[in-house]
T-cell receptor
């Protein structure tokens, strides 16, 4: 069955430090890949998405993600974290246009000063 | 502005009552979805609809029902058969390859 794994439940990063959130998926073909961010009590906001082409994708708020087919991974990165980045981050996969996404269980990011 | 509206933001229900959560979108999206979110569980799919008058069960459809009579509306009814309905409910919509867009959510609490 298709699945998404976010190995880190909670990560703490110092403000100004770099960030990498991990995401691995299980599927036979290349899926559509997404990263979302959620602030407490709010809906999810799309950070970036990968459908095909260049494996390094740029998103909003200075985030980027790299698709690595050999590792079935789609890790999210940011070179310098700001306190406002503290939130919960979800990786998701979809398997064709218009179908429902499968989500990982999320990684909570805390930012220390 | 185009977007997804969910109402109410907070909802309280007594055990044994049915309750309906509203979801409206003015994005002209074809597909709509309902997800349930519980702490540490991520998002789990309840129902989705790719076209008016058609919908499919997701992973946790038991105790829930939906309708899709209009393109812009996809209400979710939480029935008394849902044994643990307290959760955060997220409605979403999508079109083609543009990703899924989420509403602000409804927090349902059973008293």
């Amino acid at each position: 069955a298709q699945s998404v794994t976010q190995p880190d439940i909670h990560i703490t990063v110092s403000e100004g430090a770099s960030l990498e959130l991990r995401c691995n998926y299980s599927y036979g073909a290349t899926p559509y890949l997404f990263w979302y961010v959620q602030s407490p009590g709010q809906g999810l906001q799309l950070l970036l998405k990968y459908f095909s082409g260049d494996t390094l994708v740029q998103g909003i708020k200075g985030f980027e993600a790299e698709f690595k087919r050999s590792q079935s991974s789609f890790n999210l990165r940011k070179p310098s974290v700001h306190w406002s980045d503290a939130a919960e981050y979800f990786c998701a996969v979809g398997f064709r246009s218009g179908t429902a996404l499968i989500f990982g269980k999320g990684t909570t990011l805390s930012v220390s000063s | 502005d185009g977007g997804i509206t969910q109402s109410p933001k907070y909802l309280f229900r007594k055990e044994g009552q049915n309750v309906t959560l509203s979801c409206e979108q003015n994005l002209n999206h074809d597909a709509m979805y309902w997800y349930r979110q519980d702490p540490g569980q991520g998002l789990r799919l309840i129902y989705y609809s790719q076209i008016v008058n058609d919908f499919q069960k997701g992973d946790i459809a038991e105790g829930y029902s939906v309708s899709r009579e209009k393109k812009e509306s996809f209400p979710l009814t939480v029935t008394s058969a849902q044994k643990n309905p307290t959760a955060f409910y997220l409605c979403a919509s999508s079109i083609e390859d543009r990703g899924i867009h989420f509403g602000p959510g409804t927090r349902l609490t059973v008293l």
